[in-house]
């Protein structure tokens, strides 16, 4: 069995993860900088489509800090406490998965943001592997023609990408972690989804046999 796992709502609560972020802005900035920055959310945010914290940060820090954005914008993301953010039961979700076969977590997002939040997160060194794309879903079917195994199970809190998971590889399990900002989202087909679980922790006691 081959397990590919997300990572955000799913191994990690996003709205913990939030205000960590905005701790680290604090800290990183000080106080009266981190209102400028404030300001510079609200305008961007009026302006722009793509509204993703991330990016508006690395773009404040392009702006601010000509020279010196990738430091600021390192140093910020450095600061994020990612560990607090987890699921109480992600390290022995992941350890119980890895017991029953091989397990890789499937990400996407800001790739230098994603990057350093699994990397902070601690959770490498209980999986066989990160994978982590701008956009995981135009990835699906390549991965799993990479990992070539006969059983993949593949575990997300969005219906949307379960959805697009079993289109592109109809042999794919689907498992919703029906948790989070996404739990009331239904899948347009309820048949490409395999299995609903409440929370993270009822994988540790689901049969995948
Ligand atoms: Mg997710």
Redesign the pocket.
């Known amino acids: 069995m081959v397990f590919l796992i ?5 191994l990690s609560n ?1 709205d913990d993860l939030k205000d960590e972020l905005k701790d680290a802005l604090d800290s990183v900035l000080g106080k009266e900088e981190t209102q400028q920055f404030w300001l510079f959310h609200d305008e961007f945010r009026g302006h722009e489509k793509l509204v993703e914290f991330p990016f508006i940060i690395r773009d404040y820090c392009k702006k601010v800090y000509t020279e010196t954005w990738e430091t600021k914008l390192t140093e910020i993301f450095n600061n994020i406490k990612v560990k607090d953010c987890l699921y109480t039961k992600a390290v022995e979700v992941l350890t119980h998965l890895k017991s029953l076969g091989k397990v890789y977590i499937f ?1 996407e997002g800001d790739l230098d943001f994603q990057k350093a939040k699994v990397n902070k997160s601690g959770l490498e060194k209980y999986v066989d592997g990160v994978y982590v794309f701008d956009y995981k879903m135009e990835k699906f079917k390549y991965i799993i023609d990479l990992l070539n195994d006969k059983i993949t199970i593949y575990i ?3 219906t949307y ?1 379960l959805e697009q998971a079993k289109e592109a590889v109809p042999t794919v399990k689907t498992v919703w972690v029906r948790q ?1 900002y ?1 739990k009331d989202v239904l899948a347009i087909n309820p048949d490409n989804i395999d299995k609903i679980v409440n929370s993270l922790d009822e994988l540790l006691t689901h049969d995948f046999s």
């Open positions: 997300d990572f955000d709502n799913t996003n990400t997300d809190d969005k990408n989070g996404y």
